[in-house]
């Protein structure tokens, strides 16, 4: 599997930062999440970000980090879930990786992460679920460029194990 990253993307709350540890610890590989580096980056949350500068400029913060993320090898990379609006992005994290979309029904995302004490800016709205479902269907196409769909719902061994075995038969195994 050498010379390749693992990179994967889904709406926020399908699980990738976790899947993606659990993945990288497996196959001996650094594991990193975008939207970590991009607040140690810029020193402060996501959420402040959106609250002090706005979502363009998370949007370019997010693809500095996503070219040069992409320049390394055997990584494992979590995106944030709206990573794929910028097709520019997407080619990027192609060009060295393998493309896998944790999906997830849009009740099931609302369910993860109500319970979740992480600020989610894009769903301070009166209806989260309803723009679950909006968002979800603005990025449905660009997440359906993966090379992978994954069914996120199973527990974190699954999924882990369901992005091994799909990675091996992509490799030739």
């Given at each position: 599997?050498?010379s ?7 709406f926020?709350?399908?699980g ?5 540890r ?5 196959l001996?590989?650094s594991?990193?999440?975008?939207d ?23 949007r ?8 040069r ?8 990379i ?11 992005n ?5 060009a060295?990786?393998?493309l896998f ?6 009740e ?11 600020v989610?800016?894009?769903l ?6 309803g ?9 449905e ?9 994954i069914?996120g ?8 194990d ?10 030739g195994?």
């Open positions: 599997m050498s390749w990253n693992i990179v994967l993307i889904g926020m709350g399908s990738k930062t976790t899947v993606g659990e993945v990288a610890r497996r001996g590989w594991f990193v999440d975008t970590d580096e991009i607040e140690r980056g810029a020193g402060k949350s996501i959420a402040a970000i959106f609250a002090d500068e706005g979502e363009d400029h998370f370019r913060l997010e693809k500095e980090v996503v070219c993320l992409a320049a390394s090898k055997e990584r494992v979590a995106t944030g879930g709206g990573v794929v609006k910028d097709g520019d997407l080619r990027t994290l192609a060295t990786g393998v979309w944790l999906r997830l029904e849009p099931e995302i609302y369910r993860r992460i109500r319970g979740q004490q992480v989610r800016p894009l301070e709205v009166a209806d989260p679920l723009e679950i479902r909006r968002l979800l269907q603005e990025r196409s660009s997440y359906a460029k993966a090379d992978f769909i069914d719902k199973g527990t974190v061994d699954a999924v882990a369901a992005i091994i075995a799909k990675m091996n038969r992509w490799r195994r």
